[in-house]
């Protein structure tokens, strides 16, 4: 089974970091990406960041605003998301996850393979 483990999660206070690990239990490179999501109570999930195997090109959300980046470590099966500048309106849940279709997208991630989740607080 393919299991995407994700840490690094934790409680900081606004304006500092974190660096969230995805570890996956099979080769990264066989998804066309990998992505990084959020959710908070009360709202939606949303996209945070998504890393592309062709050329290791990087989507970010708008919110993001060049505070986070996205990388990976292809010999550790590894997708990192390093979180400088944290703001209270970070905290939420944590995801990663990666399409099950060869070529499947990850701006939302509909049917492929989620982990359980780190949590993230940032208080003020």
């Known amino acids: 089974q393919v299991q995407l483990v994700e840490s690094g999660?934790?409680?900081v206070q606004a304006g500092g970091s974190l660096r969230l690990?995805?570890?996956a239990s099979t080769y990264i490179s066989?998804?066309?990406?990998v992505g990084w999501f959020r959710q908070a109570p009360g709202k939606e999930r949303e996209g945070v960041a998504r890393i592309y195997t062709?050329?290791?090109v990087t989507y970010y959300a708008d919110f993001v605003e060049g505070r986070f980046t996205i990388s990976r470590d292809n010999a550790k099966n590894t997708v990192y998301l390093q979180m400088n500048s944290l703001k209270p309106e970070d905290t939420a849940m944590y995801y990663c996850a990666a399409p099950r279709a060869t070529y499947g997208g990850c701006d939302r991630i509909?049917?492929?393979y989620w982990g359980q989740g780190t949590q993230v607080t940032v208080s003020s």
Not at 30 to 33: S, V, Y
């Open 9 to 11: 999660g934790g409680s």
């Open 21 to 23: 690990s995805c570890a």
């Open 30 to 33: 066989r998804w066309n990406c």
């Open 54 to 56: 062709d050329g290791g």
């Open 110 to 112: 509909t049917d492929g």
